[in-house]
């Protein structure tokens, strides 16, 4: 059944998980969004026309690249068309009228958890429990009526479920962020074109295989440095049916469509075995 918003977003989580801040950031906070279970639920949502952007995280400053979405950039070939980045603030949440100390348990997604250990350090007494969601743990102590229980999630998650911060911010490292992409389709993607003029950096995402040979990887990069073009990610996922051959994701800054950027395509078009641009667009702060 198709969407009837021709603006609704989809993301993985529930209401209230930080990919939904992220969808506020992105593309303001008035827009449908549609929640999913699973993030090739989301890649599905969009492919088929069900909904009109994606909203997706692709790296953690602390936990490191999402490497399944890495994967379905490639097999669902939808356009990334924007980034941001989100400040990753983790709160102990609860029904309201549980005090800290009923706490027994605490629910969240796993990498939420890693990112709280100084804090279960300190209160031994709180078991870790692993959780397919932030947003969603919340939810689930809220129906669920859970006396003895917390939470850990955004702010946003507390709001949207009536339920009450108890501890603010415990996240180990604050130097904590994940980045998000925007996706559309393709047709979406080429009647929305944002003029060069309208931000001073841009960054421009591909993927490319090459042949497993000495010198493969550094000659195909030297096509990049030879235009000074700078690279600001690298990630190889394996390449299936080819064992021990990768895909190489790479990240530089500049239009896909400058002299530059076009020499150095080109040039990487001939030693690669497969290349595709997974997109342009204005470089998030």
């Not at 379905?72 to 068309?81: D, S, T, Y």
């Not at 994940?178 to 309208?198: D, G, K, N, S, W």
Request: net charge positive; hydrophobic share 45%; proline share 5%.
């Amino acid at each position: 059944m198709k969407s009837k918003s021709n603006a609704l977003i989809a993301f993985q989580g529930a209401r209230g998980a930080f990919s939904e801040e992220a969808a506020r950031k992105l593309v303001g906070p008035r827009t449908p969004v549609m929640p999913c279970e699973r993030f090739e639920d989301v890649f599905r949502s969009l492919k088929s026309g069900d909904v009109r952007g994606a909203v997706v995280p692709i790296e953690n400053t602390l936990a490191g690249s999402v490497h399944e979405n890495y994967d379905h950039l490639v097999n669902f070939e939808l356009p990334i068309v924007a980034e941001t980045s989100v400040r990753i603030v983790h709160n102990l949440i609860v029904r309201k009228g549980v005090p800290f100390s009923k706490i027994k348990r605490a629910f969240s997604h796993p990498v939420a958890l890693n990112q709280c250990l100084d804090f279960f350090a300190q209160n031994p007494q709180i078991e870790r429990i692993p959780f397919y969601d932030t947003a969603g743990s919340v939810k689930m102590i809220v129906e669920e009526g859970l006396a003895d229980a917390a939470a850990i999630a955004s702010s946003v998650a507390a709001e949207i479920y009536g339920a009450r911060i108890l501890r603010r911010s415990i996240e180990s490292d604050r130097q904590n962020f994940t980045r998000f992409f925007l996706l559309r389709t393709a047709q979406y993607a080429r009647r929305h074109v944002i003029p060069a003029a309208a931000h001073n950096t841009w960054k421009t995402s591909l993927v490319f295989s090459t042949r497993n040979v000495p010198g493969a990887l550094f000659r195909a990069l030297s096509a990049f440095a030879l235009r000074d073009l700078s690279l600001t990610k690298i990630e190889s996922r394996p390449l299936r049916g080819k064992p021990w051959e990768y895909l190489f994701y790479v990240d530089f800054l500049g239009r896909v469509d400058t002299p530059n950027a076009q020499n150095a395509l080109n040039h990487l078009r001939e030693l690669a075995d497969f290349l595709r641009v997974l997109g342009c667009y204005p470089k998030g702060a």
